[in-house]
Each structure stands twice: as structure tokens, then as C-alpha cells.
């Protein structure tokens, strides 16, 4: 038996599939990323990307707060695709082009 929906709550079936996010996404990541504002998850320090200590001696890039040390972001590239790991950063402010 499904527990009934609070009116908060979106139908089960008022969705679309991620591909919804195409566009969205699209724009979002047109831009210069390392201007954008992370927050580290570990020490909560707000700060551009250009901003943090970018390593390469792992088999990709690894980005740590300056502040903490905490690994905020991980890239790793193979030939056909990338990875891009953000556990470490609590949210990504992007500034959207002006149109």
C-alpha cells in the first residue's frame, strides 16, 4: 500500500525525465566556472573556484579549500567522457550571462 501524498508532495506521475535539464544545464555551464562562488562543505567558506588549491598528481585534478583542505571538487577526463565529482562543495553559485 503507497502512504497517501502530503499537499506538498508532487503527484507520483508530475514529472519529466532528466532531459528536461538539457537546456537548463546548457546555459548554466556555457560559462567561465572558475568565477563561479563554491561553498565548502567542510569549513563553509564561500569563495570563486580560481580561488581553490588545484592538484594534478592523482589521475585527474582534485580542487581542496584554501581555507581547510577539504577536496570541494574532483575531475577526472578519459578520451570518450568526463567525471566530476562535487561531494565537497555545498553549492555552486554560477553567474548566467546577461542577455
Known amino acids: 500500500m503507497n502512504a497517501p501524498s502530503s499537499p506538498a ?5 508530475d514529472y519529466q525525465d532528466g532531459n528536461a535539464l538539457a537546456g537548463p544545464l546548457a546555459e548554466v555551464f556555457a560559462v567561465d566556472v572558475t568565477a563561479a562562488v563554491g561553498t565548502c562543505a567542510g569549513c563553509r567558506r564561500n569563495g570563486p573556484l580560481a580561488r581553490l588549491r588545484l592538484y594534478g598528481h592523482a589521475p585527474g585534478l582534485v580542487a581542496r579549500c584554501p581555507d581547510c583542505g577539504q577536496v570541494m571538487m574532483r575531475l577526472v577526463r578519459s578520451p570518450t567522457e568526463a567525471w566530476l565529482d562535487l561531494h565537497g562543495t555545498l ?3 554560477i553567474a548566467l550571462p546577461e542577455v
Open 9 to 13: 508532495s508532487p503527484a507520483p506521475d
Open 91 to 93: 553549492s555552486l553559485r
